[in-house]
């Protein structure tokens, strides 16, 4: 099981918060597509339910395979 570390910033650049979470994914390609999905879904740790309008950087994780990235605002 690896941490990931999330970074949140508003939509002007300037940092909000953080959060983390654990997961099984054995790929980054995968964290990146399972970070997508909490983005989609409003269930960003850290944050309330439903919050969803931010960039999201994935900042650190134990994965053996880290390497950070962004998640860029999307507007609905």
């Known amino acids: 099981m690896y941490n990931v570390k ?3 910033f508003k939509e ?3 940092y909000y918060s953080s959060g983390s979470y654990e997961t ?4 980054m390609f995968e964290i990146f597509a399972e ?3 909490k983005v989609h879904n409003g269930e ?9 309008h931010y960039h999201v950087l ?3 994780s134990n994965h ?4 950070p990235g962004l998640i ?3 507007k609905e």
């Open 44 to 52: 960003l740790p850290g944050l309330m339910k439903g919050s969803k």
């Open 12 to 14: 002007s650049g300037k």
């Open 64 to 67: 053996p395979q880290f390497y």
């Open 58 to 60: 994935i900042a650190d």
């Open 72 to 74: 860029p605002l999307t």
């Open 6 to 8: 999330l970074i949140y």
């Open 35 to 37: 970070v997508k999905d």
């Open 24 to 27: 099984n994914c054995e790929h």
